[in-house]
């Protein structure tokens, strides 16, 4: 007979319920703590960032999740009364919205071929993108930094956003989908005398619909946290996106630094909030590197 | 028979065409962005000096590995990946076999578990400071238990702080592809195992584990590289130079920028790239041998 054990069944949930806790209070705490007031944040905190900044410093950290009293004046501080985040914020959009556009449309087209031909030079290729896709930027930062320079765009924002727009993942990804189409679809329009453009359009487009958005998705967050591409690339501080300015904001506004941090997680965290499932499902899809 | 001949040879050719037509932008994309530079990092690797014709062969790749710093970098990335690959792989194999068990609330576990992944890391450094630092939160209850703070991002515990923000960052990501994984394992046989009274030990390593050989190795390589990748988070943590154990190869990968030394940086770049392609065959070796059996 087997035995049933809603015992351990019972300690799968409190573990769940502890590592849930794990993985929600760096977002959560930070999130609350944006709405507390630069006074509050120095006497909870003050111990930790006190290098510069004076008034009162506690003797004590006090991790609070509720603020004593909710202020919006380091929203207001950092959005309105100086627009260097917006600036920053601004650049970071610059950079992403064009690589996820771009990288995404140029991704179904070759994934289409990928797709509709195969042989062994073709497959000999695809697992070269699959190799390229696994470099890590130690790798591939050195050839970026070469072409910027002959292309004369380093310093630029397109020294970041032209090789960001080849990069091979979302080919991969969309390799992975298109290849479950079924054949007769594709056999079906071309018997109907379609072009090959219009079966890519018309046919295997929309069978894509979801995995395009969870791609797109995977690439904005991939890029909207990039770090190494532009302190190598991007020299120029005014040019930087938030997420490597968020770090060097002065130890004195760490209250500021809480709310510009929340504001940069919001769009990522409403994307995924609106694209959860296509989300998991685009990461499930991707299976196993082979094939 | 001629005729059919010639007209499959026009098929193929017209083939060839329209699949080059697509994939064009792409392949002119990554030849002129990755391949092209990468051939003239290779030879910048064998040369003595830009617009030298000088071969010197492998003297770049000799004086790179008498390099203390590069040796340092590649010891310490090495030993983070040695650590977090592993945790990495088996607590997120673990959340999912958790998610698996029919537990209530089992699709909000997967979005809480899953929401790091879409947080910026810059946005939470802060409250890894506000917790590791020596006058932390973490100290402050160690001290309620009656024990020695420690000072967390400045002596050897630091890579510890850094392999837990990269678990946290991660294991949502691999678990949703752990769980894809066991959903492809056919019911039938775990049936079959029921009715013959295999035990749930059996079951997991003698069935599961073998089904999810190619998942396993997918998130092995997934979390390698993205262990390379961690110099984001010990740069948002600890700035440009971080002590002892979280230098990296991408700090020194800067630091060599910054001296404009495209030798040395040439030098490191391939042979990170053939440490990178050595490692991904040997876990295809593995994953092929483990999983042998096992259609697919």
Redesign the interface.
Known sequence: M?KKKPF??GV??L??LV??V??????V??FT?SFMSESEIRSN?G???SSSGGGFVSG??N?KFIPDRVTLSQYVSGLIKSPYYLVKYWNSILLVLPIVIFQVA??S??A???T??RGKL?DG?FFF?V??M??????????????SQWLGIINTPWSII??G??A?FS?FLLTKFMRRIPYSLIEAAKVDGAT?WQI?RRVCLPQCRSALYSIAILVF?DY??M??QP??LLKDADSQP???F??NINSGE?GL??AM??V??IP??L??LHG?EY??EG????????G | MKERRREKRHNRLRDLAASLCFLSPSLLGVSVFFILPFGVVVYYSLIDGVGSRNFVLFDNFRKLLGNSAFLLAGKNTLLFSAIAVPLAVVLSLLLAVMLEARIPGKSSFRTFFLSPMMVPVASVVLIWQVLFSYNGSVNEWLGFAGSARIDWLQSDWNIYVVVLLFLWKNLGYFMILFMAGLANIPKELLEVADVEGASESYKFFAIKLRYLSPTVLFVTILSLINSFKVFREVYLLTGDYPLGRLYMLQHFMNNTFRSFDYQKLSAAAVIMALVMVVLIALLFKIEDWFGKDVEG
């Open positions: 087997r351990s069944r799968m949930f573990l769940c590592f849930s794990l993985f929600l209070l760096p977002t705490l930070t703590n905190y111990m930790i960032f004590h950290v991790l140029i991704a087209v070759a289409y071929s990928f509709r031909w073709r290729v993108y190799i390229l696994l470099m890590p930027y130690q790798v591939t930062l050195v050839p970026n930094f070469l072409v032209l090789p727009v080849f091979p080919v090959e890519f967050i909207w946290n770090v190494e302190l190598i938030l997420s490597v968020l770090s760490i630094a809480f941090a929340t940069y997680m990522s965290l994307l995924f959860e989300l998991v990461i499930a899809s991707q299976g196993s590197v082979k």
